[in-house]
């Protein structure tokens, strides 16, 4: 028979326990940065004042820039 210390048996099941919540964590996080972002041209902005690249999808026309809030306007040559 194996004989096995209480302190002992604590410390490898707090081991694997950490071990296995690692393991989760690093897999759903790599799961969630392997999206790729990949927006259409017609969603990209660039802010007129602050020169800001952002992505905006709900708006068609007239967008507000993230950064200092200006408003920028869609130009005709980008569509």
Known sequence: MIRLELSFAVALYLIFTVIGLFTLWAFFERKETLKEVNP????????????????????????????????????????
């Open 40 to 79: 259409e041209e017609k969603f990209v902005w660039q802010c007129s004042i602050c020169t800001y690249f952002y992505v905006d999808s709900q708006h068609d026309d007239i967008s507000a820039c993230p950064r200092c809030g200006s408003y920028t306007k869609r130009q005709d040559e980008r569509r």
